[in-house]
């Protein structure tokens, strides 16, 4: 399987983007959004099961929404009133089988 994440970029704070993340084939398993700020360990911001259930991290509730189309293949994280804290390059991620399968990740970017 193979991810691929688009739609970072530079914005300021306050502002949106959406994040994409495409995979080769449907996936039936959870899906998941992780961040890497400069310096900081990898974090789990978002993550969304095949029925669409999904949970975001604290710091993210309320300003981000996590979504997933009806084919399982492409998941989406919405962003909204963004903080330059939310600077991070940000991966798509999903477990098979016990397998680990990456996105390369999108940098997002918001000035103060």
């Known amino acids: 399987v193979q991810l691929q994440a688009s739609g970072g970029g530079l914005v300021q704070a306050g502002g949106s983007l959406r994040l994409s993340c495409t995979a080769s084939r449907s996936i039936f398993n959870q899906m998941n959004w992780y961040r890497q700020a400069p310096g900081k360990q990898r974090e789990l911001v978002a993550t969304?099961?095949?029925?669409?259930?999904?949970n975001l991290a604290d710091s993210v509730k309320g300003r981000f929404t996590i979504s997933r189309s009806d084919a399982g293949n492409t998941v989406y994280l919405l962003m909204s009133s963004l903080k330059p804290e939310d600077t991070a390059v940000y991966y798509c991620?999903?477990?098979?089988?016990?397998?680990?399968?990456w996105g390369q990740g999108t940098l997002v970017t918001v000035s103060s």
């Open positions: 991620n999903t477990i098979i089988t016990g397998a680990a399968y």
């Open positions: 969304i099961t095949y029925g669409g259930r999904s």
